[in-house]
């Protein structure tokens, strides 16, 4: 168990909202859950997804996690990963809402940074699992290339998209990360900006009908 962080702030409010607030409510904690709903990764990989994070803070919200259950160190290969619990991952709703929200609202700040491929994947997720009758009956198994960065999306009834080499592959595809991210934005795109590189085509075209580009 690792030992507990100091100078821990609460709203000591018996309210489940300020309660969870007190876990998850710190500055960059919503963010650093955002990219581990990805998937596994290592503290390199959670620094970068993170533009303007100090590695000691980083190191700190870890840490807290870890005390409160939400997160875990997993041994992976080539070293230590940080993975979300079973509590920690239950948030992904959450999280998710809060996105969807967030991007009906006027920016109040200029943005600086891209999204991560994490955050592409959170947000990739969010809008398959709403799909609805868009969605296969069949399960197919995906690798999207954003930007040379593979993501995994399992499609399906129940899809899910993780952050990593993609096994059992049924179809490869390659997408630009800022063309993607405008996409999730609501801008329009096109499905022949999905290339198809090797594969079930139909698979790829299981994803691009998901996604709302493309007829069934």
């Known amino acids: 168990m690792p030992s507990r962080t100091p100078d821990r702030k609460s709203y000591a409010q018996v309210c489940p909202m300020a309660t969870a607030l007190d876990v998850v409510g710190d500055r960059w904690t919503p963010l650093l859950l955002r990219e581990l709903l990805g998937g596994p990764a290592r503290f390199t990989e959670l620094h ?56 009906r609202l006027r920016r109040v700040a200029p943005a600086q940074h891209e999204r991560s491929v994490r955050a592409i994947a959170m947000a990739l997720h969010a809008v398959l699992v709403r799909a609805g009758d868009r969605l296969p009956a069949q399960r197919w198994v995906l690798e999207l290339e954003v930007d040379g960065e593979p993501v995994e999306i399992a499609l399906g009834p129940r899809p899910s998209v993780t952050v990593r ?51 069934g």
């Open 48 to 103: 970068d997804g993170l533009p303007g994070i100090a590695r000691n803070l980083l190191t700190t919200r870890l840490r807290r996690l870890e005390e409160d259950g939400v997160v875990r160190r997993v041994q992976g290969q080539g070293g230590v990963l940080y993975a979300l619990t079973d509590h920690g991952a239950a948030i992904r709703r959450t999280l998710e809402e809060l996105a969807f929200w967030g991007a």
């Open 165 to 215: 080499p993609a096994t059992d592959v049924d179809a490869r595809v390659r997408v630009a990360g800022s063309t993607f991210a405008a996409f999730l934005r609501g801008a329009p795109a096109g499905a022949e900006q999905f290339v198809h590189l090797s594969g079930d085509p139909a698979a790829t075209a299981a994803l691009l009908h998901a996604l709302g580009l493309a007829e």
